[in-house]
């Protein structure tokens, strides 16, 4: 689900091949997946609000930004607009691009 890449960022700050910094969203994926994924463990979907610096709309696709370093170093999280993704996914982007 994730693209892995080892990078420089902002003033020289190294990151680790471990990093993830993008993070594809795909069809049967939900909010519950990405709780997961970002080590949240919540018990209800409703229940889970990412700490996302922001949301821009792509127009085909959604992108959510959670930074974690005063370098800027973060993940993004990539969701399509597709018939097939979680109604449930596209309302916790759609309500953070709002």
Known sequence: MAHRSKAHIGRG???SP???LI???EPGDG????A???GD???HADDFYPPAEWVADRGCFLEMFLCYSDAGNGLSVILPRAEEIDPQLLDLFTSYAA
Request: charged share 40%; glycine share 0%.
């Open 18 to 20: 471990d990093d993830d």
């Open 13 to 15: 700050v190294a990151l």
């Open 41 to 43: 463990d919540v018990e």
């Open 36 to 38: 997961r994924y970002l």
């Open 31 to 34: 909010v519950d997946d990405l």
């Open 23 to 25: 993070v594809l969203l």
